[in-house]
């Protein structure tokens, strides 16, 4: 679900589940099969959920490599809305540490979320991703605001409590993190060809580009 506002505190695994979009609700439910399975059939399993999670390898059609790759080719970024919306982000390492924590050590049948202390206004990632690039000077050309996109959630913001209590700790940090996804597509962007319908405003699988999603 949505965080109401930005002194809600982070939600914990007993948080009602609050899908504010279909695609979101298709991951409640997915969360209800899994639990049907075990509960009913005793199929071994245990459920995360996770912030949003970064690094390289990304599609750059997300955020950080989509921002990322628009710098790279001299174009400004898109910002959906004022900016403001806030997402909690991960480097994906610690991600990969923080499964590996709960397949051995975790509890069948329990649900443990993954966040880090990362919290961001997509303007500030944009701002970050301008400085690492040297491109400061130019920030006020690199950024441009494009219509918000529809059921665009304010912030999401969990409790990691019950991971941190299995021993996982958050390992990089936000700057280096950053640094070194940034680093990543500088060299290796290449790999995924065209990535032109990606880096519009709002893609649309299938769609040709118009006028309106520049």
């Given at each position: ?24 609700a ?47 080719r ?82 999401y ?11 996982w ?14 680093e990543w ?21 299938g ?8």
């Amino acid at each position: 679900g949505e965080g109401e506002d930005f002194d809600t505190d982070p939600m914990e695994e007993e948080h009602v589940l609050e899908p504010t979009n279909p695609y979101a609700a298709t991951k409640a439910g997915a969360e209800f099969l899994v639990k049907s399975y075990h509960r009913s059939f005793k199929l071994p399993c245990i459920i995360t959920r996770g912030n949003n999670v970064y690094g390289p390898h990304q599609y750059p059609e997300k955020l950080i490599p989509k921002f990322t790759n628009q710098l790279l080719r001299g174009l400004s970024v898109t910002l959906h809305g004022d900016g403001s919306n806030t997402r909690n982000f991960l480097f994906v390492q610690d991600v990969a540490r923080a499964f590996d924590c709960i397949l051995h050590k975790g509890v069948v049948g329990h649900i443990y979320n993954i966040g880090g202390e990362n919290e961001q206004p997509n303007v500030q990632v944009a701002k970050d991703l301008i400085k690492i690039l040297g491109k400061s000077d130019d920030e006020d050309q690199l950024i441009s605001f494009v219509p918000d996109r529809k059921f665009n959630d304010l912030r999401y913001t969990i409790n990691s409590g019950k991971l941190q209590a299995l021993g996982w700790v958050e390992q990089v940090s936000w700057e280096e993190g950053l640094k070194m996804t940034v680093e990543w597509y500088k060299n290796y962007t290449h790999r995924y060809g065209n990535i032109d319908s990606a880096l519009v405003a709002h893609p649309r699988q299938g769609l040709k580009d118009g006028p309106d999603d520049m």
